[in-house]
């Protein structure tokens, strides 16, 4: 597929989106920025509430193509999540839908599947097939997008890469992250990947370096083209050092979702 010039990037003002604003455009993509929070410095952003479906579908209209970074990023009640992340995903792909854009890079999320024991020892990587086991309501939105894009691609022929993003930060700042980090520049490599690959229908993939210590398996995302560059390996000593290694008698050591299984952190908003 050749690649789409103009692509919405929603949830600009985030800390994904703000990494991807600066990324981006090194692989030829004009971007036009999303967010409910007022971007500074770009007269052409757009502040919108996913909420507003004529805004949304004004704010889709000309672009080639969409990465959905936009919503609540962790834990918050229910009621908040159906709003943002439920409500928010559907409206986005009803304006896709109306205005004929054919290709959206939903960023999902590990804790759509973060009750999936983690691989100890010998254990083989997670599948990407692995049954989904929300860990949170967030988790469970990201479940729900998944189906979404599943649907509007069988129903109304809208392709959609569903990355299953580990943690995408400057860097891993935990024993976990090593296993499950993306680096930013990977994570712009995976979008482009996601972007441009042919025939993708909907395509779940999970969105890692090529860390050391891996939990989970790359191949789909290999096959649309990515070929991750980073390894959180350098971390390992230092982070290992100051916090120690992962308790498997710890459950919230045990599942791929960390943390988010036991004790999630609660959106502050
Ligand atoms: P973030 O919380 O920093 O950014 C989310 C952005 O969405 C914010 O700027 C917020 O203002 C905007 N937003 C929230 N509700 C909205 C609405 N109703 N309408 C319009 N904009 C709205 O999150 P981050 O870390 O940048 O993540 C981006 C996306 O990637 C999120 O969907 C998150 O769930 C997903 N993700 C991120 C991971 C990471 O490691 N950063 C890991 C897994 C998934
Ligand atoms: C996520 O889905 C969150 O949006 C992000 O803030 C991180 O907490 C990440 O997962 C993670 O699991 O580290």
Redesign the pocket.
Known sequence: MPAPSTVLL????????TLMQNLLPAFGYELRL????PIEGDPDAVT????DKDAVREAVRGVDAII???????EAPFEKIL??NIV?TYNLYEAAREEGITRIVF?????AVGFTPRPQGDDPLIPVDTPRRPDTF?GLS?SFGEDLAQFYWDKHGIETVSV??????PEPTSVRMLSVW?SPADGARLFHAALTAEGVGHTVVH?SSANTRLWWDLTSARALGYEPQDDSEPWAEKLIAEQGELDPDNEAHAYLGGHFVTDPPIWPY
């Open positions: 929603t949830g600009a003002a985030g800390g994904l989106g999303l967010d409910l929070r919108v509430d996913l909420a959905h970074l936009a919503g609540i990023s962790l709003q943002a928010g960023a999902s999320s590990n804790h967030y990201k299953r993003i580990g943690s995408c930060f993306m969105g």
